[in-house]
């Protein structure tokens, strides 16, 4: 099979293709090469374009047929977890570990084939992007004060995409993300991209909205005021306890 893809121009702040020449199948994909710079990052994420690809392939470039999308007011956490998490000990922050919650999403999970998408050029683009104020990290600790588990993602507008999770005890990337949901809420932010939807995020409420619905919601959200910087102060620091009653 014969695939006409995009290539991409080397000036970063080149134009990406429209979204609605993405194939078919494999479902999204739309255009390859280019760079991982922070501007081409930025423009892809705010033209509803995420890059994903393994170690040897080139820099793919996906706008999936459909997206998996939170509501900040549409994450629910299990009841079991809930009771589990008031007694925890357990506390949220941001911004205190982006580079360990990058490698701790990078490391291999039980049961998983092949390499990581978040290879070592991503891992550094990310971290350049949070140098920028404009990767955020969300990480839960236990009463050890050990770091547990995470997000990491993007934020412009009043728009966060999340890009991966992870978690070393059951529960600690679900209490990330309602975390990061709750404060997204708090401060006007209706959405959560999470990409594709997945068995997990099923579990926690995301909603699939074609590509349509959701760039028209993401029009309006990026051109919202926001300024880039850490989020540590502003998020705050968070007992599981408190997001456990809410």
């Not at 629910?76 to 009771?83: A, D, E, Q, T, V």
């Amino acid at each position: 099979m014969t695939l006409h893809l995009f290539e991409l121009d080397p000036a970063p702040d080149s134009p990406f293709p429209s979204v609605e020449l993405a194939l078919d199948d494999p479902d999204g994909l739309l255009a390859f090469g280019g760079d991982l710079s922070p501007t081409r990052f930025l423009n892809a994420y705010r033209s509803g374009i995420f890059p994903w690809f393994s170690e040897g392939e080139p820099i793919l470039w996906w706008s999936p047929s459909q997206r998996a999308v939170f509501r900040s007011d549409g994450v629910h956490l299990p009841s079991r977890l809930r009771r589990r998490l008031r007694n925890s000990g357990w506390t949220v922050r941001a911004d205190s570990a982006f580079a360990r919650v990058v490698a701790g999403c990078a490391a291999p999970r039980e049961g998983q084939s092949g390499g990581t998408w978040i290879t070592a050029g991503m891992q550094a683009a990310y971290l350049t992007l949070h140098r920028l104020g404009h990767a955020h990290s969300i990480e839960v600790f236990d009463a050890e004060d050990r770091l547990i588990g995470g997000l990491f993602g993007l934020s412009f507008g009043h728009m966060f995409c999340g890009d991966s999770m992870y978690s070393t005890e059951s529960g600690a990337s679900s209490l990330a993300l309602a975390a990061l949901a709750s404060r997204l809420r708090g401060w006007g932010w209706p959405l959560l991209d999470a990409q594709v939807p997945n068995p997990h995020t099923r579990r926690l409420g995301v909603e699939t909205w074609p590509r349509g619905d959701y760039l028209a919601a993401l029009e309006s959200l990026r051109e919202l005021p926001a300024t880039p910087g850490n989020w540590h102060e502003r998020f705050g620091e968070w007992p599981a306890s408190a997001l456990a009653a809410t």
